[in-house]
C-alpha cells in the first residue's frame, strides 16, 4: 500500500506540503526494505553535491570552531565541551549544558501534537530533517572527521548518506510497523438469528514515552540515526546525549531538527542536546528518569550491561563489544581474499565494530588457486597485503584515518611491544603533512596459536583498533568450533569466512546460525566485511551478546509505540 | 501473499499434509489480524461440537481425576500435584515434578530442526495442536471450570474456542512476521564505468533460546496461549509452569503439543510442564536461568515486576494487576447501560483482569433517557440491575462461577465488614445443587467519595474479585482526571465510558489515548468492556503499568527471533 493511502491526513499546508515533497522517497524505501536490492536515495559520492559544496563544507564547519554552538532549548545552566579532533586541534566548541530535569519536562510537553500527527505527517517530517543533513553533507563529513579521526572519504561517506540511509530505513521500518492496524475497522459478529453485534473500531498509535540517544565516539551519525529516527517518528521525543568526544555531528543534527519541527509546527523540544560536562555521568542520570521509556545505546559492554540491569523501566537497544571472527580456509582467488581482508582490517585503523579482529588459519595450511600456502606464508603474505596496502602515506591515510582516543593508542603501544604476542606486522606511523599532530598508525598483526592458553587469553579479549590477531588452529573445523565458541561466549557484530569446500562452507553457516552472527562469505571484490548497506544488511543481528538489537527490523521499531483501541456500537 | 507462497518447503510428507489441512486457516487468519472484522475458525457454541461432545468431554475429564497424569518427559524426579475445584472436589491429579536442568536440556536439544523447519511448518504444527485442543474444547471445559472456577459456559467459550483463537492469532503474528524479510534477495549496486557489485543475500530466522510461560489461576488457556504460541512458532521451545491451582488445562494443552511433535517427525521436548510443587518457587528458578531467553507471564504486579527487574537475560512480556475504570456520565439507553454494567460486574464474580472496578459517577447526578438521576439513584438502580441479573440461583450461578481462591473469599469478607465502606449492594450466597460446597458469591457493590482519602486509598487499589466501588466525583471533568490517574498510576487492563456528551468522549478518549488504555464506548448491548475478541481487539495496551505488551501485536512478536543474514558474491 502506497504512503499517502495510510495514516491521518496532513494537518497544516507545511505538513502537506511534506508529504508532497517526501511520499515518493518514503514509498521506495518502503519498497527497498522489502525487496533488500541496492537503493539510497542520498548520493554517495562527494562530487554529486556540487563542485564547491566540498568547500562550503569546510567553511561551514570552520565557522563552527571557538564559539558557542547556538542551540536555543530549554534548561540552560551553563555550558560544556572540550572536543580535540583526533587530527590534532582543538574544536573549541561549548554546548550548552542543559538541566536534565527540564529537558525531560520540556520533551514531555511536546508530546501531544506530536502523538496526534500520526505516522504519515511524523515519518515526512523525519524525511524534511534527513534532506536538510544530506544537503550539509560535507559539513557534517568534516563535524564527523574532527571528532572520530575518520579520514574525510570516510567521514563523508558513512557520517552522511550511509548514516542517513539507516535514519531513513528507520522511519520506513516505523511508518510500515505503525500503519499494520487500520485506523478504523467495522466488526460484526453474527449471533444466529438475532440481530448481529455490529461494533466500530478505531486503532492510535500512541508514543512509549521519551526516548534517550547515547551516542558513541566512533559513529555518532550512523549509530545514533536508527535510534534517533525510529523513536522521533513513533512519536516519542528524543534526548540526545552525545559522546563527550564526539559532541558536534549530533548537535547539528539537533539543531536541524529543532528547526524543521518548528517549520512544520511542532514543538523544537521534541529533540534537545544533552551534553554533558566532564565525569558528569549524565547517561545514568537520564537513563534512570521514568520519563525515559527507550534508550539507544551504543558502546561498551560494561556500560550497555548496566543499561540493560538497570534501566528496567525502558526499552533498551543496545550495541556492545565483541570480537569478530573470519575462518580463512581455502579460496580460488588468494590475491582478492588478501586484498580484501587487508582493507578490512585498515579501515579506520580497525576502530569500527564490525572489523574481524581474529583470522583463524589452519596451522596445516590452506588451499589456494596460488597453491598451498603454509599458516606462515598466508600471514608473511597478509601483511605483505596490507603494507602494499597501506605503503603510500597518503594512500594510508585516507584508509586509516586517525586514532580516536588514548585507549586505542595504548592499546596499538602494548601491541608494539608484545604484550599481545609475535608480530607479523609492526605498526608503523604514517606522516599526514595536513595534521601534522594526528596519530595515524597502520594495523598490527599479532600471530596467536589457538592451542596455547595465554594467545586464547588475548585473542578472546576485545581489542578495539588496529590490532588483529592470525590464530593458527588444527583444522577448518576447530576453526568453526572457535567461532560458534567466540560469538556464543563474547558476541560478534560480524563473522567473516572464506573456503571452497561446500562441506566447510555449510559448517560454518551452520556455527553462524547456530551462535546468532550474520555472515559474509568469500568476500574478494569492493565489498567488505566490516561494511553493512541499509534497505538490505542487517547490521548485527541482537542475538549474541555484542547487541540485543539490529539496524533494522520489525523488532527495533515495533515496541517503540503502543496501540490504543476504542470501540463503540455502531 | 499467501501462506503457501512463503518459508522453506515442508521436509516430509506428515508436514506437507498439515500445510495442506491448516494452509487455509492460516491464510485467513493473516487476512483476519489486519481486517480486524469478527472472525474465529473455532465455533464458540457448544452445541457446535455435536450432540455427545459435553458428556464425552465430561467424561474425559472424570477419567483424569485421581490418578497420575501420565505425561512422558524426561528429568522427572517425583510428583505434585494437589489441585482443588473451585467447586468444592479434589481433582486429585499428580503430575511428574521435573529437574529443571533437566527440562531445560531437554529444551534444548529439540531446538535444531524446529528451528530449521522454518516459519510455515512451524506454523502449520501449531495449528494442528490447536485443532487437536479445538476437538476437545469439551474437556478443556471442565479441566478450565474445575481449576479457575469459571461456570461451564464461560469454561467452555473463554478457556476453549477464545482461548484456542488467541493462539491461532499469536501464530498468524509470528508466522507474518518471520516472513517479512525475503528468504533470498539479490543485491546490484552500480559502480559507474565499472562492473556493478552483485552480491546475493539470505536471511534466516533464528529463535530466541528456552521460552518460559508462567500461567494463571483465573484464565491458564485463554492468557497462556498467547505466549506459548507465539514462542513456539518462532522457534523457541516452551517450558510450561502452570500455576499449581491450575495445572490441569495446560497440562493437556503440554500433552497434545508433545503428540503433535512427536508425529510429525520434532522432539516432543520442545513443549514440556514444569508443575512445581508446593512453596518451591520454580519460576523464579526457571526465569534466571541463562539459556531462558523469552518469559510469558500473567500474574500478581509483585512477581510481575520482579521478573522484568531481575529476568535481564530474556524479553519479558508481563500482564500484572490494574484498576479498571469507567466514566458513567449521561446515556441514552439507561436501562441498556445498567444492564451491561451489571452484567461486566458479575460475570465470573469479577475475577477477570478485565473487570471495571471502580464506576466514577458525578454526584451531581447523570442524564439519561429515563431523565436526570442522582447519584444515589444511579447506585440503587445499578445495584437493583445486579440484583435482578442474578435473583435466579441458576442462573446467577451461570454467570458468576466459583470464587477462584482464599484471596478473593477474604476480599468478599472484608467488603461485607465495611472494610472498603457502605455497601450499596450486599453480596449474598447463591446455592448451587450440584457444586454444594462451591463458594459461590453476588457482587459487592461499595459507596466511594473522591474526595475522601480513606475512600481513595480504598479505591485506588486492586481489588481482585467481585467488589467494585460506585465513586462520586465532582464531574464529568474529574472523572476524566481521576481516570487519568489511575490508568497512569496504578495501570488498567480496560477503561469503559458512558456519555452522550461529545466534549465528555472527546476528553474520555484523549486521556485513554493520554494514559494509554483501550476504550469501551456507550456499551449497553451484547458487547462487554471486560470482553475481547482475537484477530480485532488487543487485548491490554503495554503501555500502562497493568501490562508491559498486548494480545496481539507485531511486538508481541517480533523480537522472539532474530534474523541471521549470509552474504556472498553472485
Same mark, same amino acid.
Given at each position: 500500500?502506497?504512503?499517502?493511502?495510510?495514516?491521518?491526513?496532513?494537518?497544516?499546508?507545511?505538513?502537506?506540503?511534506?508529504?508532497?515533497?517526501?511520499?515518493?522517497?518514503?514509498?521506495?524505501?518502503?519498497?527497498?526494505?522489502?525487496?533488500?536490492?541496492?537503493w539510497?536515495?542520498?548520493?554517495?559520492?562527494?562530487?554529486?553535491?556540487?563542485?564547491?559544496?566540498?568547500?562550503?563544507?569546510?567553511?561551514?564547519?570552520?565557522?563552527?570552531?571557538?564559539?558557542?554552538?547556538g542551540?536555543d532549548?530549554?534548561?540552560?545552566?551553563?555550558?560544556?565541551?572540550?572536543?580535540?579532533?583526533?587530527?590534532?586541534?582543538?574544536?573549541?566548541?561549548?554546548?550548552?549544558?542543559?538541566?536534565?530535569?527540564?529537558?525531560i519536562?520540556?520533551?514531555?510537553?511536546?508530546?501531544?501534537?506530536?502523538?496526534?500527527?500520526?505516522?504519515?505527517?511524523?515519518?515526512?517530517?523525519c524525511?524534511?530533517?534527513?534532506?536538510?543533513i544530506?544537503?550539509?553533507?560535507h559539513?557534517?563529513?568534516?563535524?564527523?572527521?574532527?571528532?572520530?579521526?575518520q579520514?574525510?572519504?570516510?567521514?563523508?561517506?558513512?557520517?552522511?548518506?550511509?548514516?542517513?540511509?539507516?535514519?531513513?530505513?528507520?522511519?520506513?521500518?516505523?511508518?510500515?510497523?505503525?500503519t499494520?492496524?487500520?485506523?478504523?475497522?467495522?466488526?460484526?459478529?453474527?449471533?444466529?438469528?438475532?440481530d448481529?453485534?455490529?461494533?466500530?473500531?478505531?486503532?492510535?498509535?500512541?508514543?512509549?514515552?521519551?526516548?534517550l540517544?547515547?551516542?558513541?565516539?566512533?559513529?555518532?551519525?550512523?549509530n545514533?540515526?536508527?535510534?534517533?529516527?525510529?523513536?522521533?517518528?513513533?512519536?516519542?521525543?528524543?534526548v540526545?546525549?552525545?559522546?563527550?568526544?564526539?559532541?558536534?555531528?549530533?548537535?547539528?543534527?539537533?539543531?536541524i531538527?529543532?528547526?524543521?519541527?518548528?517549520?512544520a509546527?511542532?514543538?523544537?523540544?521534541?529533540?534537545?542536546?544533552?551534553?554533558?560536562?566532564?565525569?558528569?555521568?549524565?547517561?545514568?542520570?537520564l537513563?534512570?528518569?521514568?520519563?525515559?521509556?527507550?534508550?539507544?545505546?551504543?558502546?561498551?559492554?560494561?556500560?550497555?550491561?548496566?543499561?540493560e540491569a538497570?534501566?528496567?523501566?525502558?526499552?533498551?537497544?543496545?550495541?556492545k563489544?565483541?570480537?569478530?571472527?573470519?575462518?580463512?580456509?581455502?579460496?580460488?582467488?588468494? &590475491?582478492?581474499?588478501?586484498?580484501?581482508?587487508a582493507?578490512?582490517?585498515?579501515?579506520?585503523?580497525?576502530?569500527?565494530?564490525?572489523?574481524?579482529?581474529n583470522?583463524?588459519?589452519?596451522?596445516?595450511?590452506?588451499?589456494?588457486d596460488?597453491?598451498?600456502?603454509s599458516?606462515?606464508?598466508?600471514? &608473511?603474505?597478509?601483511?605483505?597485503?596490507?603494507?602494499g596496502?597501506?605503503?603510500?602515506?597518503?594512500?594510508?591515510?585516507?584508509?586509516?584515518?586517525?586514532?580516536?582516543?588514548?585507549?586505542?593508542?595504548?592499546?596499538?603501544?602494548?601491541?608494539?611491544?608484545?604484550?599481545?604476542?609475535?608480530?607479523?606486522?609492526?605498526?608503523?606511523?604514517?606522516?599526514?603533512?595536513?595534521?601534522?599532530?594526528?596519530?595515524?598508525?597502520?594495523?598490527?598483526?599479532?600471530?596467536?596459536?589457538?592451542?596455547?592458553?595465554?594467545?586464547?587469553?588475548a585473542?578472546?579479549?576485545?581489542?578495539?583498533g588496529?590490532?588483529?590477531?592470525?590464530?593458527?588452529?588444527?583444522?577448518?573445523?576447530?576453526a568453526?568450533e572457535l567461532?560458534?565458541?567466540?560469538?556464543?561466549?563474547k558476541?560478534?557484530?560480524?563473522?567473516?569466512?572464506w573456503?571452497?569446500?561446500?562441506?566447510?562452507?555449510?559448517?560454518?553457516?551452520d556455527?553462524c546460525?547456530?551462535?546468532g552472527?550474520?555472515?559474509?562469505?568469500?568476500?574478494?571484490?569492493?565489498?567488505?566485511?566490516?561494511?553493512?548497506?541499509?534497505?538490505?544488511?542487517?547490521?548485527?543481528?541482537?542475538?549474541?551478546?555484542?547487541?540485543?538489537?539490529?539496524?533494522?527490523?520489525?523488532?527495533?521499531?515495533?515496541?517503540?509505540?503502543?496501540?490504543?483501541?476504542?470501540?463503540?456500537?455502531?
Amino acid at each position: 500500500m502506497a504512503a499517502a493511502d495510510r495514516g491521518p491526513a496532513p494537518t497544516t499546508p507545511a505538513v502537506a506540503e511534506l508529504v508532497e515533497r517526501h511520499r515518493e522517497t518514503l514509498d521506495t524505501a518502503l519498497a527497498a526494505i522489502t525487496a533488500r536490492d541496492y537503493w539510497s536515495p542520498y548520493p554517495e559520492i562527494p562530487k554529486a553535491y556540487g563542485e564547491s559544496a566540498a568547500a562550503e563544507g569546510k567553511e561551514a564547519f570552520d565557522a563552527l570552531l571557538g564559539k558557542p554552538f547556538g542551540l536555543d532549548q530549554p534548561g540552560t545552566d551553563g555550558e560544556t565541551g572540550g572536543e580535540v579532533s583526533p587530527y590534532g586541534t582543538e574544536l573549541g566548541i561549548s554546548y550548552p549544558h542543559a538541566d536534565p530535569e527540564v529537558l525531560i519536562g520540556a520533551a514531555v510537553a511536546a508530546m501531544p501534537s506530536w502523538t496526534a500527527a500520526g505516522p504519515l505527517t511524523r515519518a515526512v517530517v523525519c524525511l524534511e530533517i534527513l534532506a536538510r543533513i544530506n544537503a550539509r553533507s560535507h559539513e557534517f563529513a568534516q563535524a564527523v572527521m574532527h571528532t572520530t579521526g575518520q579520514a574525510y572519504g570516510m567521514a563523508f561517506q558513512a557520517g552522511g548518506p550511509h548514516a542517513q540511509d539507516r535514519g531513513l530505513e528507520a522511519v520506513a521500518y516505523a511508518y510500515a510497523e505503525q500503519t499494520r492496524l487500520p485506523r478504523q475497522a467495522g466488526w460484526t459478529k453474527p449471533q444466529g438469528r438475532r440481530d448481529p453485534l455490529v461494533m466500530e473500531k478505531t486503532f492510535t498509535v500512541v508514543p512509549r514515552g521519551v526516548a534517550l540517544l547515547v551516542g558513541c565516539n566512533t559513529f555518532p551519525t550512523w549509530n545514533g540515526y536508527p535510534g534517533l529516527f525510529a523513536s522521533l517518528a513513533t512519536g516519542n521525543p528524543v534526548v540526545v546525549k552525545p559522546h563527550p568526544r564526539a559532541v558536534l555531528p549530533l548537535a547539528l543534527t539537533v539543531r536541524i531538527a529543532r528547526q524543521v519541527l518548528t517549520e512544520a509546527g511542532f514543538g523544537a523540544d521534541l529533540v534537545t542536546l544533552a551534553a554533558e560536562r566532564p565525569g558528569e555521568g549524565l547517561a545514568k542520570v537520564l537513563a534512570l528518569r521514568p520519563e525515559v521509556r527507550i534508550i539507544d545505546y551504543t558502546g561498551s559492554s560494561a556500560f550497555g550491561e548496566w543499561l540493560e540491569a538497570n534501566a528496567v523501566q525502558a526499552q533498551v537497544y543496545t550495541e556492545k563489544a565483541g570480537v569478530n571472527t573470519a575462518v580463512v580456509d581455502s579460496t580460488d582467488d588468494y &590475491a582478492g581474499m588478501l586484498g580484501n581482508i587487508a582493507f578490512s582490517l585498515s579501515l579506520y585503523s580497525g576502530q569500527m565494530c564490525t572489523t574481524p579482529q581474529n583470522l583463524l588459519i589452519p596451522r596445516g595450511g590452506i588451499s589456494t588457486d596460488q597453491g598451498e600456502k603454509s599458516y606462515d606464508e598466508v600471514v &608473511a603474505d597478509l601483511a605483505a597485503a596490507i603494507g602494499g596496502l597501506l605503503g603510500d602515506d597518503t594512500r594510508a591515510a585516507a584508509i586509516l584515518g586517525a586514532v580516536v582516543n588514548p585507549g586505542v593508542a595504548e592499546r596499538i603501544g602494548q601491541a608494539v611491544d608484545g604484550s599481545y604476542g609475535e608480530l607479523a606486522l609492526t605498526p608503523r606511523t604514517v606522516a599526514v603533512p595536513e595534521f601534522p599532530d594526528a596519530l595515524v598508525r597502520t594495523p598490527a598483526l599479532v600471530k596467536a596459536d589457538a592451542a596455547k592458553p595465554d594467545d586464547e587469553a588475548a585473542f578472546l579479549s576485545e581489542c578495539f583498533g588496529p590490532v588483529s590477531f592470525a590464530v593458527a588452529v588444527d583444522s577448518a573445523a576447530d576453526a568453526v568450533e572457535l567461532l560458534r565458541r567466540t560469538v556464543k561466549e563474547k558476541g560478534a557484530m560480524t563473522a567473516a569466512a572464506w573456503t571452497t569446500s561446500p562441506e566447510v562452507e555449510q559448517a560454518v553457516v551452520d556455527a553462524c546460525l547456530d551462535a546468532g552472527v550474520s555472515l559474509s562469505l568469500n568476500l574478494t571484490g569492493g565489498v567488505y566485511a566490516n561494511q553493512t548497506a541499509a534497505f538490505s544488511d542487517l547490521h548485527g543481528t541482537g542475538a549474541n551478546p555484542a547487541a540485543n538489537s539490529a539496524y533494522c527490523d520489525a523488532a527495533f521499531v515495533a515496541n517503540r509505540f503502543r496501540t490504543v483501541q476504542i470501540r463503540r456500537h455502531s
